[in-house]
């Protein structure tokens, strides 16, 4: 089992910063992938950025150029860093662990973008 906490949400205005982290524990050897996911409410649950145990990156077309993700191993955590956040970033987000043939989630973090 993989436990996931996930932390930094807010509100924050449009422009603004904001980093989440997602720090994992338990059984995370065999973790590949660590990726960001975000929920609107009304909408489906959206990828958002994704990084390999290799260091591999990839973003939503909505946020690249803006959000970066990163991992910092020696302390099993995932960072998303959100610049220039718009109104229609506002939604829970997500952490998600993914191994083989398993993968697991974090309780979200709220992210609100507004003025």
């Known amino acids: 089992q993989v436990q996931l906490v996930e932390s930094g949400g807010g509100l924050v205005q449009p422009g603004g910063s904001l980093t989440l982290s997602c720090t994992a524990s338990?059984?995370?050897?065999?973790?590949?992938?660590m990726a960001w996911y975000r929920q609107a409410p009304g909408k489906q649950r959206e990828r958002v950025a994704a990084i390999t145990s290799g260091g591999s990156t990839n973003y939503g077309d909505s946020v690249k150029g803006r959000f970066t993700i990163s991992r910092d191993n020696a302390r099993n955590t995932v960072y998303l860093q959100m610049n220039g956040l718009k109104p229609e970033d506002t939604a829970v987000y997500y952490c998600k662990a993914v191994g083989l043939r398993v993968e697991y989630w974090g309780q979200g973090t709220q992210v609100t973008v507004s003025s």
């Open positions: 338990g059984s995370i050897s065999n973790i590949n992938v």
